[in-house]
T-cell receptor, first 113, second 114 residues
């Protein structure tokens, strides 16, 4: 079984709809992240969390919110989706031992019409 | 603040030829450096990383990278590529000390031509 799972893997939604992307991990890591990937822009950090009580904004948090329900679960919400949020979304985890290696989920491809 | 520049967005190379993917970084403090690979329809996975010590780092699948502090570079190399190496490669940097955000480059698409 994969260490980092994301659901759904693909989603099509309409402008204005609320949508939630979910991430679960079995690696036992405290740190979790949400990124979006756009062609030509690489990966950009949306939100990150160091533990259940710690949530931090990344470089592109506007229009997004997150919830850390447990050490293993970190959800990303688009409160009112817009076409500009069409992208590939990745969840990642890390266990800070001085190296910050990140472990990525398979991604969620989101299309906002 | 730190930044990463991947100088080539796409690199076509014939099978069994050598390849170098270039990465330069900018940071006012010491850094950790990473290369990640993304195969089609998959998430990123770590290829190799430089933390300290030897400047030549060996990774999975025959890849290696050399940290050059004076040129602020961390170029990725493989002496002979295979079709299966076709993927997108991301260079990343994070500063030492406490939590430091990892900054990714925009990626280089390696296309191996049969």
């Amino acid at each position: 079984d994969a260490d980092v799972t994301q659901t759904p893997r693909n989603r099509i939604t309409k402008t204005g709809k609320r949508i939630m992307l979910e991430c679960s991990q079995t690696k036992g890591h405290d740190r979790m992240y949400w990124y979006r990937q756009d062609p030509g822009l690489g990966l950009r950090l949306i939100y990150y969390s160091f533990d259940v009580k710690d949530i931090n904004k990344g470089e592109i948090s506007d229009g997004y919110s997150v919830s850390r329900q447990a050490q293993a679960k970190f959800s990303l919400s688009l409160e009112s989706a817009i076409p500009n949020q069409t992208a590939l979304y990745f969840c990642a985890t890390s266990d800070f031992m001085g190296s910050e290696t990140q472990y990525f989920g398979p991604g969620t491809r989101l299309l906002v019409l | 603040a730190q930044s990463v520049t991947q100088l080539d967005s796409q690199v076509p190379v014939f099978e069994e030829a050598p390849v170098e993917l270039r990465c330069n970084y900018s940071s006012s403090v010491s850094v950790y450096l990473f290369w990640y690979v993304q195969y089609p329809n998959q998430g990123l996975q770590l290829l190799l990383k430089y933390l300290s010590g030897s400047t030549l780092v060996k990774g999975i699948n025959g890849f290696e990278a050399e940290f050059n502090k004076s040129q602020t570079s961390f170029h990725l190399r493989k002496p002979s590529v295979h079709i299966s190496d076709t993927a997108e490669y991301f260079c990343a940097v994070s500063a030492l000390g406490g939590y430091q955000k990892v900054t990714f480059g925009i990626g280089t698409k390696l296309q191996v031509i049969p």
